[in-house]
């Protein structure tokens, strides 16, 4: 692993000093020309290290550089690195810098420790947006990211659905929730939250004094609260096909599929009708509609409705289309 090379590269210097490109070779099992390499890498890094050539050249460190870290456990050094989601970081333009970052801590480490970080490396990855979700345009991101660190306001265009306004915002903080980013601001007095990918045309503006008492964690999850409270549960009553209650399960979800009873007895084939609780009307609809005619919601009427007109209306539409055909 190059990781584990450049950290060696590293340590070798720190421990002996000025070393040949030929024996920097030698020790590490690789050509001179991997060495100039990795030491390119580590300077992009941010470790202030260089190269001398002729004879009396080499590699070395800036004297009295040294990375050292004291007090930390196994377990810290182990969490430390399972924390890392480089794609986040990448799009926040800090790919680079949380690369950087890592290779230092590594080398900071004692051997059993650094050993223990690698094995999380190798074994554990990190991997937060859903299945089959497509990346969406973010072309503010990076620089909404400087708005927050900075303190500075930002005026965009904001989409929502079929209406576009433009806004003037004061970014408290950025989060990212299953895969998708949130910028909270401050907009007419009281933070609120957009989502990023519906922001464009985002230009920085003038540095803003930011409330000393903004919570973003306790804000976000208030926020989140209110939002899922908001959001009326719904008891849904369906007939299964026979062999489509674990289809109704992944499609449904864990917490709803955590509420499915069967309502009676099988039917002799397998079928059987069951009762859930789903989280709002609209997602009922959208999952149910999802299973095609393997499920079929007998109730609330209103889901049922919903439902009915779905499929005729896409009756009618392929109905047509197979006579144009």
């Excluded at 300077?43 to 004879?55: K, S, T």
């Excluded at 989409?159 to 433009?166: I, K, N, S, T």
């Excluded at 099988?266 to 009307?281: C, I, K, N, Q």
Aim: glycine share 8%; hydrophobic share 45%.
């Amino acid at each position: 692993m190059r990781a584990s090379r450049l950290v060696n590269l590293l340590l070798l210097l720190q421990a002996r000093g000025h070393q040949t490109s030929a024996q920097l070779a030698s020790e590490l099992e690789v050509s001179v020309r991997t060495v100039y390499r990795d030491v390119e890498a580590l300077a992009q890094a941010g470790v202030p290290i260089y190269a001398e050539r002729g004879p009396a050249g080499g590699v070395r460190l800036v004297d009295g550089y040294r990375t050292r870290l004291t007090g930390l456990t196994s377990e810290e050094a182990e969490a430390l690195f399972l924390s890392g989601l480089p794609g986040p970081a990448a799009q926040l333009g800090l790919g680079t810098v949380v690369a950087a970052a890592r290779l230092k801590v590594m080398a900071a480490l004692p051997p059993e420790l650094r050993t223990r970080a690698a094995r999380i490396q190798a074994r554990f990855h990190l991997d937060a947006p859903g299945w089959f979700q497509q990346a969406e345009p973010m072309p503010s991101l990076e620089l909404l990211a400087s708005a927050v660190w900075e303190g500075r306001e930002v005026e965009l265009t904001y989409r929502r659905e079929e209406h576009v306004e433009r806004r003037r915002l004061a970014p408290l903080g950025l989060v990212l929730k299953g895969g998708t980013w949130y910028l909270v601001a401050r907009s007419k007095g009281e933070p609120r939250t957009f989502r990023v990918s519906r922001i464009e045309d985002a230009v920085l503006g003038d540095v803003f004094e930011r409330p000393a008492d903004f919570d973003l964690a306790a804000f976000w999850a208030a926020s989140t609260a209110r939002f899922e409270e908001a959001q009326a549960p719904v008891e849904v009553v369906a007939q299964v096909q026979p062999g489509c209650r674990e289809a109704l399960e992944r499609t449904i979800g864990p917490t709803a599929a955590a509420t499915l009873r069967r309502v009676g007895r099988a039917s002799e084939d397998g079928g059987e009708t069951v009762r859930f609780r789903h989280e709002s009307m609209d997602i009922a609809y959208l999952d149910l509609l999802r299973l095609g005619g393997r499920v079929e919601a007998m109730g609330p009427e209103e889901l049922r409705e919903r439902l009915v007109t779905a499929a005729r209306g896409l009756a009618e539409r392929y109905g047509v289309a197979s006579r144009a055909g």
